[in-house]
């Protein structure tokens, strides 16, 4: 496993799939939680338009179309935004901590 995958999925499971879920459970009054969810939506799209390729086209896809605008979505919108949104934030935070605790556990055993 190279270093890169290792830090991307770590950085998965502990920190962006951990806050999702944060955020979409306790809703947050605090703004500051809405801003790095503005920035991070901003960040994924603006990375994933740099790096454009035909072998991960889903996941340029998948971050730049449902990530991406999800995130700033519920940035400026913030603890107005509509319910689902949280609940959503919930769903995609614990599918990239099940989708990259999986490959994590697979690139260690290979």
Do not use: C, D
């Not at 890169?4 to 998965?12: G, M, N, V």
């Not at 605008?69 to 614990?94: A, C, D, R």
């Amino acid at each position: 496993m190279n270093k890169e995958s290792l830090l991307i999925q770590l950085i998965h499971i502990l920190v962006f799939g951990s806050f999702l879920i944060y955020v979409g459970v306790a809703i947050p009054r605090n703004e500051v939680y809405y801003y790095i969810l503005l920035s991070l939506g901003i960040l994924a799209i603006l990375y994933f338009l740099g790096n454009i390729n035909k072998e991960n086209m889903f996941w340029i896809i998948w971050h730049i179309f449902i990530i991406g605008i999800i995130l700033i979505w519920v940035g400026i919108q913030k603890s107005k935004s509509p319910t689902f949104l949280f609940k959503l934030l919930i769903i995609l935070g614990s599918a990239a901590i099940g989708y990259h605790f999986i490959r994590l556990v697979q690139n260690i055993k290979s």
